[in-house]
């Protein structure tokens, strides 16, 4: 099955940019989508398809894909960004459907 | 607004079935190529997708999973359900309800969660 590798942290002082990557074999050729977790709450979606925004997240918020990697990138970082991220996928011909990634936990410094 | 709310027990035995009902609203499950997933948290680990719904009812699984999960909707009651059979402690966790969004796999609205723990 389809497997979605990320670091599972990345420490960032705050102004700074934080870059969380996501591995998977051709990822590039799929659409990949960033969710935030904080502490005791659901996932909340901050990019999609690659590199787009849902209404109401802050434009620090960017992503890319390319080749095996797809990146999110939080710029100018914030306490309030502390929390965990995950990439996920869909794939119509693949088995499972939806793959999410192995998380990595943002600790601002 | 969409939401979507999560219910069922918080507490099953081990070899027990559970059913978890998801409540939706702000939208329909007839909504063409939407459709709807459950995705599971055990404490402290990563998100783990279970199962899907698509408004054509066509449903896929988990691979690792399949032989225990069944989901099924009743679209007069805006409602997803899930049933996994043969609980065991490692099912323990927080099972969300999430609206896919059509064409690119998206989850664009999750509910808020509810915890399952299996326990005799």
């Known amino acids: 099955s389809y497997v979605l590798t990320q670091p599972p942290s990345v420490s960032v002082a705050p102004g700074q940019t934080a870059r969380i990557t996501c591995g998977g074999n051709n990822i590039g050729s799929k659409s990949v989508h960033w969710y935030q977790q904080k502490p005791g709450q659901a996932p909340v979606l901050v990019v999609y398809?690659?590199?787009d925004r849902p209404s109401g997240i802050p434009e620090r918020f960017s992503g890319s894909n390319s080749g095996n990697t797809a990146t999110l990138t939080i710029s100018r970082v914030e306490a309030g960004d502390e929390a965990d991220y995950y990439c996920?996928?869909?794939?119509?011909?693949?088995?499972?459907?939806?793959?999410f990634g192995t998380g990595t936990k943002v600790t601002v410094l | 607004q969409v939401t979507l709310k999560e219910s069922g027990p918080v507490l099953v035995k081990p070899t027990e079935t559970l059913t978890l009902t998801c409540t939706v609203s702000?939208?329909?499950?007839?909504?063409?190529?939407?459709?709807v997933s459950w995705i599971r948290q055990p404490p402290g680990k990563a998100l783990e997708w279970l199962a899907h719904i698509f408004s054509n009812d066509e449903k896929s699984y988990s691979t690792s999973l399949k032989s225990r999960l069944t989901i099924s909707k009743d679209t007069s009651k805006s409602q997803v359900v899930l049933t996994m059979t043969n609980m065991d402690p490692v099912d323990t966790a927080t099972y969300y309800c999430?609206?896919?969004?059509?064409?690119?796999?998206?989850?664009?609205?999750w509910g808020q969660g509810t915890l399952v723990t299996v326990s005799s």
């Open positions: 702000g939208f329909s499950l007839s909504n063409a190529r939407m459709g």
């Open positions: 398809d690659d590199s």
């Open positions: 999430a609206r896919g969004a059509p064409s690119s796999g998206r989850f664009d609205y």
């Open positions: 996920q996928v869909w794939d119509s011909s693949s088995d499972p459907l939806y793959v």
